[in-house]
């Protein structure tokens, strides 16, 4: 006689309590970021001019910066919304609350890399611009 198989082991569920919270969490999350996105996208039409002006002239940061006032509100709001999506999901499915769970926490990890990889792009061309002016002549 063949022993039938065990039974997967079902995965960790949240509680009722807790698939409210992740629902409140995901609702404004996926709300704040759609605005982004929609923010971003109203944002190429005087981004495109700044942009030809830039290159028309030949200048660099005239160009990029433009740019990136564009993608970064549009990968802020898709990550955003990927991550409210994972917690979404932890209440719509069951058994595999951890790994959406886990997923949302990789897009958020992206989010906040962007962001801190921004900020501190953003402090060291505040300091080589003060260092370039002469800020700090006088306290060496």
Request: glycine share 10%; no cysteine.
């Given at each position: 006689?063949?022993?039938?198989?065990?039974?997967?082991?079902?995965?960790?569920?949240?509680?009722?309590?807790?698939?409210?919270?992740?629902?409140?969490?995901?609702?404004?999350?996926?709300?704040?970021?759609?605005?982004?996105?929609?923010?971003?996208?109203?944002?190429?039409?005087?981004v495109?001019?700044?942009?030809?002006?830039?290159?028309?002239?030949?200048?660099?940061?005239?160009?990029?910066?433009?740019?990136?006032?564009?993608?970064?509100?549009?990968?802020?709001?898709?990550?955003?919304?990927?991550?409210?999506?994972?917690?979404?999901?932890?209440?719509?499915t069951?058994?595999?609350?951890?790994?959406?769970?886990?997923?949302?926490?990789?897009?958020?990890?992206?989010?906040?890399?962007?962001?801190?990889?921004?900020?501190?792009?953003?402090?060291?061309?505040?300091?080589?611009?003060?260092?370039?002016r002469?800020a700090?002549?006088?306290?060496?």
């Open positions: 006689m063949v022993e039938p198989l065990p039974e997967e082991p079902q995965g960790y569920e949240f509680n009722a309590l807790e698939n409210k919270r992740f629902t409140r969490l995901a609702g404004a999350m996926q709300a704040v970021a759609v605005l982004e996105i929609v923010g971003g996208v109203v944002a190429i039409f005087p495109w001019s700044a942009v030809a002006e830039g290159l028309r002239n030949q200048a660099i940061m005239a160009t990029l910066l433009p740019i990136a006032g564009v993608l970064v509100p549009l990968a802020v709001g898709v990550w955003t919304y990927r991550a409210g999506g994972h917690l979404r999901l932890i209440v719509q069951q058994g595999d609350d951890i790994r959406h769970l886990m997923d949302a926490v990789s897009e958020l990890t992206r989010l906040y890399l962007l962001q801190l990889w921004l900020f501190l792009g953003a402090l060291g061309f505040l300091l080589f611009s003060l260092v370039a002469g700090f002549r006088g306290f060496f």
